[in-house]
């Protein structure tokens, strides 16, 4: 059976959910090896075999953090031509992407991003225009080299052989050509992450105002140990920052219970949110198209129901 190479995501060799549903992703198209670089990818070989990788390609070398993604892309391409793998699977992130596009050119193989699923004969999908179209697509050239959407897919304990294959991190003069000098970390909420939560509590424009987040929905979420998200028209107006937008143009979630507040449930949004496993509406327009997509509706004031629920909760 042949290999089929997923790219790693992973802070200090905590390994980031996304990469263990690619590896189950891959286990339908061939034998999972992971490849896991950076500092701390030690780490991460445990997990990774849980999960069903059969091989490990694995460097601890600082330098893919260092001269941002071109080591991994000439990993990547050194593994393709050894190989000859089924597939590479990359997490659907921005340095996802710049991967997948950087590994496609040097291999000259195609490339597919944003699929949602892989079937075994590498056919892709990818939910486009808001999610109002399905496209299946095929790379007819080369290796299929394809980006995932994060929580496509479950991930799936299931040991692999693990069987740990030490490689060296090529730094060519290319990659050298841009180091990174300075980090600043975000300000942690303490919240979970928004893309890997099991339960998101979101806040549209009927949330009202910054103040609304702070008073209404983040209690609401802290009750339940959710993340926060909002609609875009929330943070279009500044009343939550850009990185909390879920739908087209924001992130992609799929927990177990989203809770939608005062969003009236544009396709835009919905993109982001309808592989949701339960959702529940807070709205005060029982006409709004959200309604649709919800298990459980209440048709009323978010600022009068919230904090009801929110009391509740917290017994
Ligand atoms: C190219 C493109 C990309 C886009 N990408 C995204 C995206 O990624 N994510 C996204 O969200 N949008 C996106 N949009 C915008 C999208 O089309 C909608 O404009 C947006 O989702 C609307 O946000 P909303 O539901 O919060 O606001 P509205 O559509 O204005 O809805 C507000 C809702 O709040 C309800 N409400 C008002 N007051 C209360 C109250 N007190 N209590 C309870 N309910 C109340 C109203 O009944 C209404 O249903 C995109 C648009 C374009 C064109």
């Known amino acids: 059976m042949s290999e089929v190479l997923v790219v790693v995501d992973h802070s200090a060799g905590e390994v980031k959910k996304v990469s263990?549903?690619?590896?189950?992703?891959?286990?339908?198209?061939?034998s999972p090896s992971a490849v896991v670089v950076g500092a701390g990818a030690d780490a991460a070989v445990a997990a990774l075999t849980?999960?069903?990788?059969?091989?490990?390609?694995?460097?601890?070398d600082s330098a893919v953090a260092n001269h941002v993604v071109?080591?991994?892309?000439?990993?990547?391409?050194?593994?393709?031509?050894?190989?000859?793998?089924?597939a590479v699977l990359i997490p659907s992130s921005v340095d996802g992407k710049e991967i997948a596009g950087r590994l496609a050119i040097a291999v000259n193989s195609g490339v597919i991003t944003d699929a949602v699923a892989v079937a075994a004969d590498g056919t892709a999908t990818q939910n486009v225009f808001?999610?109002?179209?399905?496209?299946?697509?095929?790379?007819?050239?080369?290796?299929?080299?394809?980006t995932v959407r994060p929580n496509s897919i479950a991930p799936v304990e299931a040991a692999g052989a693990g069987t740990r294959v030490d490689v060296v991190l090529p730094v060519s003069d290319a990659a050298k050509a841009t180091t990174v000098t300075?980090?600043?970390?975000?300000?942690?909420?303490?919240?979970?992450?928004?893309?890997?939560?099991?339960?998101?509590?979101?806040?549209?424009?009927?949330?009202?105002?910054d103040e609304g987040f702070a008073s209404v929905i983040e209690p609401l979420?802290?009750?339940?140990?959710?993340?926060?998200?909002?609609?875009?028209?929330?943070?279009?107006?500044?009343?939550?920052?850009?990185?909390?937008?879920?739908?087209?143009?924001?992130?992609?979630?799929?927990?177990?219970?989203?809770?939608?507040?005062?969003?009236?449930?544009?396709?835009?949004?919905?993109?982001?949110?309808?592989?949701?496993?339960?959702?529940?509406v807070v709205n005060k327009d029982a006409e709004a198209p959200i309604f649709d997509l919800a298990d459980f509706g209440v048709v009323g004031d978010l600022h009068t129901v919230l904090p009801e629920l929110t009391k509740i909760l917290k017994g």
């Open 130 to 146: 808001g999610g109002a179209t399905i496209v299946q697509a095929k790379v007819t050239h080369g290796t299929p080299i394809i």
């Open 50 to 60: 849980a999960h069903g990788a059969n091989v490990v390609y694995v460097s601890n």
């Open 221 to 280: 979420a802290d009750a339940l140990g959710a993340a926060v998200g909002a609609s875009r028209a929330a943070t279009d107006a500044g009343w939550y920052p850009h990185q909390f937008q879920v739908g087209q143009t924001g992130k992609t979630v799929s927990p177990q219970l989203y809770v939608a507040n005062g969003i009236s449930g544009a396709i835009q949004h919905r993109a982001g949110m309808q592989t949701s496993k339960t959702v529940v």
């Open 182 to 209: 300075n980090r600043v970390a975000v300000e942690k909420s303490g919240r979970p992450d928004l893309s890997e939560a099991s339960i998101v509590v979101s806040g549209g424009r009927g949330v009202g105002s």
């Open 20 to 30: 263990l549903e690619l590896l189950a992703m891959a286990a339908g198209i061939g």
């Open 70 to 86: 071109i080591p991994m892309v000439d990993l990547l391409a050194q593994l393709v031509a050894e190989k000859s793998p089924a």
